[in-house]
């Protein structure tokens, strides 16, 4: 009975990690920007995580650089299954401007697979709200399918 209700409830309401690979702030700031009251995601569900080992969802910003790679690749690895993986802005999917530089090592489907990617730069926050409702869908889907 319980684990019904624990199941239906994380559902509805994902935590969130961030990592941050390297980048210039500019979606971090536009990630926390939806947690104030003009956006106000928590109204949604979301909620950050304080520990990967409490989310379901991972937001990865920034390229991912030679000195954050294994960094970021074990704490997405800290998450437990099933998880989903968004990238945030145009860097974790393609480099952006940082591209060819010698310490970016992205883009971070090389390593892991993302299953939502949001792009832009920075994303607008509208983009970033139906990104993570995508992610929410695909969390949903998963679990489903991790039960059956």
């Not at 304080?50 to 690895?77: E, N």
Request: charged residues 20%; positive net charge; aromatic residues 6%.
């Amino acid at each position: 009975m319980f684990r019904n209700l624990i199941a239906s409830s994380a559902a509805k309401s994902p935590w969130l990690f961030h990592i941050n690979a390297g980048s210039c702030n500019g979606c971090d700031i536009e990630l926390v920007a939806l947690l104030t009251p003009r956006y106000d995601v928590e109204r949604l569900g979301f909620k950050l995580a304080g520990t990967p080992r409490h989310a379901d969802i991972v937001v990865v910003t920034g390229p991912v650089t030679a000195q954050s790679k294994d960094r970021v690749l074990r704490t997405i690895s800290q998450v437990p299954e099933p998880r989903v993986i968004v990238t945030l802005g145009s860097c974790p999917c393609s480099g952006n401007v940082f591209k060819g530089s010698y310490s970016v090592v992205g883009p971070l489907d090389k390593y892991v697979p993302v299953d939502v990617a949001i792009a832009g730069c920075a994303p607008k926050p509208e983009a970033i709200i139906h990104g993570l409702a995508m992610a929410t869908q695909i969390l949903k889907e998963k679990k489903k399918g991790a039960k059956a």
